[in-house]
């Protein structure tokens, strides 16, 4: 298990990296089992530090987990507190590896749209490219698994009951949606 500890603009000490890889190893080895690699990005924001965690638990599922402190140690600490929630969760999935392993999909890509050729008002968003995402076969659970695990606001699957794209976000009120399109005949 790689453990790769990182500060961005600022200077992650011995003690604190050693700190971090010993919490994150001891947890992840409870719970996970061995897991591909994990990141440990370190910031400072005005007075406050921000820990990213990013757990590659298998090829197609990482874990995140975000903490913020004015001490960098409790920032971690918040950060592994959310991350072991999500983990403990989940437990007996993440341990099957066969069922992340054979996960296959098309490759989806997003493209930036040309906001001068759309409407112009003051009040449109820029829409920007973020980076591609393939697209598994998963049932409905799983691809509810991997909304929370990743902290992601929407994930995208072809749905393995009936091979259709589908769509789980997670709403304004907390809850889950999941979208299934009629197929048409």
Same mark, same amino acid.
């Given at each position: 298990?790689?453990?790769? !500890? /990182?500060?961005?603009?600022?200077?992650?000490?011995?003690?604190?990296?050693?700190?971090?890889?010993?919490?994150?190893?001891?947890?992840?080895?409870?719970?996970?089992?061995?897991?591909? %690699?994990?990141?440990?990005?370190?910031?400072?924001?005005?007075? %406050? +530090?921000?820990?990213?965690?990013?757990?590659?638990?298998?090829?197609?599922?990482?874990?995140?987990?975000?903490?913020?402190?004015?001490? /960098?140690?409790?920032?971690?600490?918040?950060?592994?507190?959310? $991350? %072991?929630?999500?983990?403990?969760?989940?437990?007996?999935?993440?341990?099957?590896?066969?069922?992340?392993?054979?996960?296959?999909?098309?490759?989806?890509?997003? +493209?930036?749209?040309?906001?001068?050729?759309?409407?112009?008002?003051?009040?449109?968003?820029?829409?920007?490219?973020?980076?591609?995402?393939?697209?598994?076969?998963?049932?409905?659970? %799983?691809?509810?698994?991997?909304?929370? $695990? /990743?902290?992601?606001?929407? !994930?995208?699957?072809?749905?393995?009951?009936?091979?259709?794209?589908?769509?789980?976000?997670?709403?304004?009120?907390?809850?889950?949606?999941?979208?299934?399109?009629?197929?048409?005949?």
């Amino acid at each position: 298990m790689t453990i790769h !500890v /990182a500060g961005h603009q600022m200077d992650v000490g011995d003690s604190l990296s050693t700190f971090i890889q010993t919490e994150l190893r001891s947890l992840l080895e409870k719970y996970v089992g061995e897991t591909h %690699e994990s990141q440990v990005h370190l910031s400072k924001d005005h007075h %406050e +530090f921000v820990t990213d965690l990013a757990v590659h638990v298998s090829k197609n599922l990482v874990v995140h987990s975000k903490g913020r402190d004015s001490d /960098a140690y409790k920032s971690f600490g918040d950060a592994l507190t959310k $991350l %072991e929630k999500r983990v403990k969760k989940y437990r007996s999935r993440l341990r099957d590896r066969q069922r992340h392993n054979d996960a296959i999909g098309a490759e989806a890509s997003y +493209f930036v749209v040309n906001h001068e050729a759309e409407d112009s008002g003051a009040d449109t968003p820029v829409i920007i490219a973020e980076m591609t995402h393939d697209i598994h076969h998963l049932t409905v659970s %799983e691809a509810v698994m991997k909304l929370d $695990l /990743a902290d992601a606001p929407v !994930v995208m699957f072809r749905n393995a009951a009936n091979d259709v794209l589908n769509v789980v976000y997670r709403r304004k009120d907390g809850n889950v949606g999941w979208i299934d399109p009629k197929k048409i005949a």
